[in-house]
Nanobody, 124 residues
């Protein structure tokens, strides 16, 4: 089970930190990811991290602004979002997949488990 939280309303240039609390299984060999979906658009990849090893990957649109991290003791994955832009407005979802090939981390169809989503609104 994945529980996403931390969304809200923020002005452009501001920051938010999203969290994804994972429970119910051993996530040791999982890839954890964040996707987002803006109104009228398809779901798109944001960032991913491999639970063991800590490899990280980002969409070009968020590189240098967003940071994905994890806290093993709390089974939680974080998404620190800085320098937010109005185009970052979306519902953000966390997702998980066991043993995912790293080259496929951006494909939403590869993920087995999804959180409920948290809304991020960035005002101009």
């Amino acid at each position: 089970q994945l529980q996403a939280s931390g969304g809200g309303l923020v002005q452009a240039g501001g920051s938010l930190r999203l969290s994804c609390a994972a429970s119910g299984r051993n996530f040791g060999n999982y890839v954890m990811a964040w996707f987002r979906q803006a109104p009228g658009k398809e779901r798109e990849f944001v960032a991913a991290i491999r639970w063991s090893g800590g490899n990280r990957g980002y969409a070009d649109s968020v590189k240098g602004r967003f940071t994905i991290s994890k806290e093993n003791a709390k089974n939680t994955v974080w998404l620190q979002m800085n320098c937010l832009k109005p185009e970052d407005t979306a519902v953000y979802y966390c997702a998980a997949r066991s043993g995912l090939i790293w080259g496929r981390i951006s494909l939403s169809g590869e993920y087995d488990y999804w959180g409920q989503g948290t809304l991020v609104t960035v005002s101009s």
